[in-house]
Nanobody, 119 residues
Framework: QVQLVESGGGLVQPGGSLRLSCAAS????????MGWYRQAPGKQRELVAD???????KYPDSVKGRFTISRDNAKNTVYLQMNSPKPEDTAVYYC?????????????WGQGTQVTVSS
């Protein structure tokens, strides 16, 4: 069994900073891509940032230059550094990881953490 546990969400002022963490635990052989997604009320879930096992990253234009994704492979943990957040970044943020659990690969999701950007 594999679990993803997110932390670090909360209230942040526009222009401030916040760091999200997501730790994977359980029956893990290896982890391929890890990423962050978000879902605002009434909207579809969307990609925020993605990082491969080799460290290649991908961002949509909406967060490029403001958010940075990183990972610590020794700790099976992925981070999202959010700098200069805007009110439109308010959403529930979900961590996703593609994990080899011993019998194959599958995607796992965290439970989500609320991020609210407001003054």
């Amino acid at each position: 069994q594999v679990q993803l546990v997110e932390s670090g969400g909360g209230l942040v002022q526009p222009g401030g900073s916040l760091r999200l963490s997501c730790a994977a635990s359980g029956s893990i052989v290896s982890i391929r891509a890890m990423g962050w997604y978000r879902q605002a009320p009434g909207k579809q879930r969307e990609l925020v940032a993605d990082i491969t096992s080799g460290g290649s990253t991908k961002y949509p234009d909406s967060v490029k230059g403001r958010f940075t994704i990183s990972r610590d492979n020794a700790k099976n943990t992925v981070y999202l550094q959010m700098n200069s957040p805007k009110p439109e970044d308010t959403a529930v943020y979900y961590c996703k990881a593609v994990i080899d659990y011993g019998l194959g690969y599958r995607a796992y999701w965290g439970q989500g953490t609320q991020v609210t950007v407001s003054s």
